[in-house]
C-alpha cells in the first residue's frame, strides 16, 4: 500500500531537491493535459526558465511543496508564494495526469492552508483559469470564494478567476 506524504523542497539551497524537483516539474507543467492551465502562453515551460526560478525561487517569495510517495517520486508539485505585503498565494499546482482524481490537489491545498495559518496569515487568494472547471470546483469545495476576475489572460483570450479563502 502506498503511503503519501507532503515534503517541501528547497532547491535554491540543497542540489538533490533542484534535481527531484526540475525533471518532475517539467513533466508534469509540460504535460498536454496540464499546460493549458498552467501556461499563459501556452507554449512549453523550458528547462533553462524552470531552473532559473527554482535557483532564485526564495527572492521570488516562492515555495516549493511536493506529494511524494514510497519511493519518493514526485506525484504532484504546490507552488505558494508567501510575503507579508502581497500575502498568500497558491501560484501554481499540477498534478501528474494519470494521478488526477485520486485527492493530491485536495491534500495539497489542504496543506497550503494549513501552513498560511502557520504563518498567521487570515487569508489565502489563487488566480484560476475560467476553463479550469475541475481546480475551479476543488477551491470551491474547500470554502474559496470568487473575489474578481481579470480578462484574456491567456494567449487563447481566456479569462482569470480570482479565489479567495478566509482563514
Keep these: 500500500m502506498q503511503t503519501l506524504r507532503i515534503k517541501e523542497l528547497i532547491p535554491q539551497d540543497k542540489v538533490t ?3 527531484a524537483l526540475l525533471p518532475a516539474f ?3 507543467w509540460n504535460a498536454p493535459e496540464n499546460l493549458k492551465y498552467l501556461s499563459f502562453t501556452l507554449k512549453p515551460f523550458e528547462q533553462e526558465t524552470v531552473s532559473f526560478w527554482l535557483n532564485n525561487h526564495k527572492k521570488q517569495d516562492g515555495r516549493y511543496f ?10 504532484g508539485i504546490l507552488v505558494i ?5 502581497d500575502g498568500f498565494e497558491i501560484y501554481g499546482i499540477g498534478i501528474r495526469p494519470e494521478l488526477k482524481r485520486h485527492g493530491i490537489g485536495r491534500k495539497l491545498i489542504t496543506h497550503a492552508i494549513d501552513v498560511a495559518k502557520k504563518l498567521g496569515f487570515k487569508s489565502i487568494e489563487a488566480f484560476v483559469f475560467a476553463d479550469n ?6 477551491l470551491l469545495s474547500l470554502g474559496f470564494i470568487p473575489s474578481g476576475m481579470e480578462y484574456h489572460k491567456r494567449a487563447d483570450g481566456a479569462d ?4 479567495k479563502k478566509y482563514i
Excluded at 511536493?66 to 506525484?75: A, P
Excluded at 472547471?133 to 476543488?138: E, K, N, Q, S, Y
Excluded at 482569470?160 to 479565489?163: A, D, I, K, N
Design 17 to 19: 531537491d533542484k534535481s
Design 26 to 28: 517539467l513533466e508534469i
Design 66 to 75: 511536493c506529494m511524494l510517495n514510497n519511493n519518493d517520486e514526485i506525484l
Design 81 to 85: 508564494k508567501v510575503n507579508v505585503v
Design 133 to 138: 472547471v475541475g481546480m475551479l470546483r476543488l
Design 160 to 163: 482569470t478567476v480570482l479565489l
